[in-house]
């Protein structure tokens, strides 16, 4: 079944902590993309990545770091994660930045 | 860099009225214009989507429409049921791989019965 995953679903955590938040793709996309989901804000797009070793800033990309060194995997890392990170995440994919297929959402909260 | 506005936030209708969502963007080099919908609990999904050279495309109940020239686009849903009741989110992008893509910030939508 093609598919986008994310992992965790849920995470609860602490200030300062380090986490990832991973994602894959099983239908060989070339494009990949994190969003964050904020009531009354939209989808903002925070890093994406064309190909492998390929990736760019989108509106939001402070605080967050990606990698995209095998092209189904496209992990989000926090590395000092804070209060204001405290969102719902999704990451998706697509052909060539067309029609994106979206994973089921991670729920982050930043205590 | 792109935004793109998205009108109304909240939009109640009768089942079987029509409904009609607006969207602008302020980069005349946005070509791509998809539109997604997302229910209660539910990740986006891609109802209908449009090139910047195409002034309308239909899908059934749903049809998009572009002006560029007025850098808006709109989505009109004919007919609605109750299945309608979702936010929807307007986008743009430069879309030619590797753009990235700026949202609008929702409309919901309620079909009342």
């Known amino acids: 079944e093609a598919q986008v995953t994310q992992n965790p679903r849920y995470l609860i955590t602490v200030t300062g902590k380090k986490l990832t938040v991973t994602c894959s793709q099983n239908m060989n996309h070339e494009y990949m993309s994190w969003y964050r989901q904020d009531p009354g804000l939209g989808l903002r797009q925070i890093y994406y990545s064309m190909n492998v070793e390929v990736t760019d800033k989108g509106d939001v990309p402070e605080g967050y770091k990606v990698s995209r060194k095998e092209k189904r995997n496209f992990p989000l890392i926090l590395e000092s994660p804070s209060p204001n990170q405290t969102s719902l995440y999704f990451c998706?994919?697509?052909?060539?930045?067309?029609?994106?297929?979206f994973g089921p959402g991670t729920r982050l909260t930043v205590l | 860099g792109e935004n793109v506005e998205q009108h109304p936030s909240t939009l109640s209708v009768q089942e079987g009225d029509s409904a009609v969502i607006k969207c602008t963007y302020s980069d005349s080099a946005s070509n791509y214009f998809p539109w997604y919908k997302q229910e209660l609990g539910k990740r986006p999904q891609l109802i209908i989507d449009i090139r910047s050279n195409v002034g309308e495309k239909k899908d059934q109940r749903i049809a998009v429409t572009l002006n560029k020239t007025a850098k808006h686009f709109s989505l009109h849903i004919t007919e609605t049921q109750p299945e309608d009741s979702a936010v929807y989110f307007c986008?743009?992008?430069?879309?030619?791989?590797?753009?990235?893509?700026?949202f609008g910030p929702g409309t919901r939508l309620s079909v009342l019965p």
């Open positions: 998706a994919s697509s052909f060539s930045g067309n029609e994106q297929f």
């Open positions: 986008a743009a992008s430069g879309a030619n791989y590797g753009q990235n893509f700026v």
